[in-house]
Every structure is written in C-alpha cells, then in structure tokens.
C-alpha cells in the first residue's frame, strides 16, 4: 500500500527590486497568510503570532513555522494541521538588476480526511489561486523605484 499523494507546485514572479528590497516584502505578507480563525478550525499546529521578529527560524504565523530563514534568500514554512503536512518555501533569486521569487509548495494529505481535503483544496485549484494571490501581494508590498 502506497502513502499518501504528495502534492508540488511553483508560483514564480518577477520583481522590479533587489533581492534585500523584496525579503521585507516577503516577511510582510508572511505575517498576514493564515486567517486565524481558518487555521483554528482545522487545527493547525501553530495558530498565533510568536517568536522573534523579523521572522527567524523559531518564529510562527498562524498556519506556519519558520524552519529557514536565510535572508535575503530563502523561507522555509511549515505547517500541519489535521489534514495536512506541508511546506511553503519562498526563493529570491537575484536576476538581473530585480528579483526572481518562487513560492515553492510541498503537501501530503494522509488518510480519508487528507484526501478529501486534498480534493477540496487542491484538486479545485483553490490553491494554485491562493499561492498566485501571495506571490502578487508579495509584488504589490515592494515599493517602486
């Protein structure tokens, strides 16, 4: 018997900045992801604020820990919650005089409730369109030259 599905995607964007300009950005949004009463309801591991600030390894949101915090590099999320084990990572890749970001997801969805979940969430592409909402929103907070 095989385990769970595992579920990958990439939302990636360009951004008119250097990569340090768009890290605030990033930590930013990051501090706004999860609706607190979402994250409650499904019972995810991490439901408030707490932690250093900026965001460093220790840190949590509603719906994620920061597991990496290498700025003006790499973010490594992760959460878990009862239907769900999963990984948000955000890449700044310098390229050219701007920024390349990638939003990295990384899930399994264990069980009837996992896959039913997945279904949900997944399947009807309600991530893929929550994940481009954060990238862009990423986009909007970086100040234009």
């Known amino acids: 018997m095989s385990g769970p599905r595992r579920y990958r995607?990439?939302?990636a964007t360009s951004i008119a900045a250097p990569p340090d300009v768009a890290w605030r950005a990033v930590l930013d949004q990051v501090e706004v992801l999860?609706?607190?009463?979402?994250?409650?309801?499904?019972?995810?591991?991490?439901?408030?604020?707490?932690?250093p600030r900026p965001l460093a390894a220790g840190s949590a949101v509603p719906g994620f820990r920061v597991t990496t915090a290498d700025p003006p590099h790499q973010l490594v999320l992760d959460g878990v919650h009862r239907f769900s084990v999963y990984?948000?990572?955000?890449?700044?890749?310098?390229?050219?005089?701007?920024?390349?970001?990638?939003?990295?997801?990384?899930?399994?969805?264990?069980?009837?409730?996992?896959?039913?979940?997945?279904l949900l969430v997944i399947d009807s592409r309600f991530h893929k369109l929550a994940t481009r909402s954060i990238v862009a929103?990423?986009?909007?907070?970086?100040?234009?030259?």
């Open 34 to 51: 999860g609706p607190a009463r979402y994250v409650r309801l499904i019972g995810c591991r991490d439901t408030q604020a707490r932690g």
């Open 87 to 118: 990984t948000l990572t955000f890449r700044l890749v310098p390229d050219g005089a701007g920024t390349r970001l990638e939003a990295h997801t990384d899930a399994t969805f264990p069980g009837v409730l996992g896959a039913i979940y997945r």
């Open 9 to 11: 995607d990439v939302r």
């Open 137 to 145: 929103r990423i986009q909007r907070r970086v100040p234009t030259p």
